[in-house]
């Protein structure tokens, strides 16, 4: 056999290893309709490890956007999703039996997070993975965590462990016949760990907007971004949103995606220690508004991952965000699930007697 014929047996025989991982994985189940599209869980939070006195990482941001959810009267706790752990199995998909075997070391696992929070991490990438699914079934999902864009297959790093988008996108291709998909990723940092796992890959589309003068540096990754907008220190709200803006217009022309993720970090905020930009809460409420709004006219289901921040004041700006794309209809955290119906209908641009169908349906299926 020649080494190309060799080299083409193993491609295939990993290709069809990853595939029946992810067949076989437990991370993809039915959610029901009296749940809302928001998947979060205590596990998420790591605040007990003392993570917080080492270093501007809120690590109980997760649970205080659900808290302040509460307490405003948009999200009831029971209707909340809460997701799998990521198996070995499942982490395999993309990543390599040596770079899992890596984390097994304090070392390692200090330089890429600070402290051993791996299971809370595992959490959030089943919450992410999850998302998907349920963003394919309802045209939304906001996993409220996850995002850690700068981990790759092979290698970790600022706070990321895992690369969750990558195995969310993965799960996609395999498991909801789903071939386009669009990463929008407007954390501060570039998100170098999504770009190289997708570098030769038609199939994602990848705008990143972010600082060029700040951590990871990664030049090698830029090569493969497709729509690279970089924002110096400074940047302001309105400068900020005119880019956002000229860029969504032209990502809609260049591709038509049919799963959005939107890595929508809140480390741009004015003040925060790592991002180095200057654009107001209001500004980031604006920006998650614009994204879902270009996820709906390109009919395209849409994953929000919450990403970096790191001031204790972005749980709030989160919740708020949140509770604009419920005033504006982009999202329904109503737990009754004739409303989701409802909303569902609007998202997909039904017409009003086959919205009419889906509440005879859902009415017929609860008197059986």
């Not at 999504?194 to 589309?205: I, P, S």
């Not at 003040?271 to 998650?288: A, C, E, H, N, V």
Request: proline share 3%; charged share 25%.
């Amino acid at each position: 056999m020649s080494s190309s014929s060799s080299a083409s047996t193993s491609t295939t025989d990993a290709s069809t290893l990853r595939r029946n991982r992810i067949l076989s994985s437990k991370l993809y189940f039915d959610v029901p309709l009296l749940k809302v599209p928001l998947i979060y869980s205590t596990a998420y939070d790591i605040s007990f490890l003392g993570m917080e006195k080492l270093h501007p990482f809120d690590s109980s941001k997760w649970g205080r956007i659900c808290q302040f959810l509460i307490m405003d009267g948009v999200l009831d706790k029971k209707s909340i999703v809460e997701p799998l752990e990521a198996s070995k199995d499942d982490l395999l998909v993309v990543h390599s039996e040596s770079y899992l075997s890596s984390l097994k070391s304090s070392p390692n696992v200090a330089m890429i997070i600070e402290q051993k929070v791996l299971y809370p991490f595992r959490k959030q990438v089943g919450g992410t993975v999850l998302a998907a699914k349920i963003a394919n079934e309802r045209g939304w999902a906001i996993n409220v965590g996850g995002g850690f864009h700068h981990c790759c297959s092979e290698r970790g790093g600022g706070f990321c462990a895992y690369a969750d988008i990558s195995l969310c996108i993965h799960f996609a291709f395999n498991r909801l016949d789903i071939s386009k998909v669009m990463i929008i990723d407007l954390d501060a940092h570039q998100g170098n760990g999504h770009e190289r796992d997708f570098a030769d890959d038609r199939r994602v589309y990848i705008l990143d907007m972010y600082n060029p003068g700040i951590y990871p540096f990664d030049y090698e990754a830029r090569r493969y971004i497709d729509q690279k907008v970089e924002v110096v220190s400074g940047t302001k709200t309105d400068e900020y949103l005119a880019k956002l803006d000229e860029a969504l217009e032209v990502a809609g022309k260049m591709f038509d995606p049919e799963l959005v993720v939107f890595n929508a970090g809140t480390d741009i905020l004015d003040g925060d220690p790592l991002g180095s930009l200057k654009i107001s809460p209001d500004g980031i409420t604006s920006r998650d508004e614009k994204v879902f709004r270009f996820a709906r006219e390109k009919n395209a289901s849409l994953v929000m991952l919450t990403s970096g921040g790191y001031m204790k004041s972005s749980a709030r700006v989160i919740a708020d965000s949140i509770v604009n794309l419920s005033k504006q209809c982009l999202i329904n955290l109503s737990s009754s699930s004739l409303t989701s119906l409802d909303w569902l209908a609007r998202w997909l641009g039904l017409r009003h007697s086959e919205s009419d169908q889906l509440f005879t349906d859902e009415v017929e299926w609860k008197e059986i």
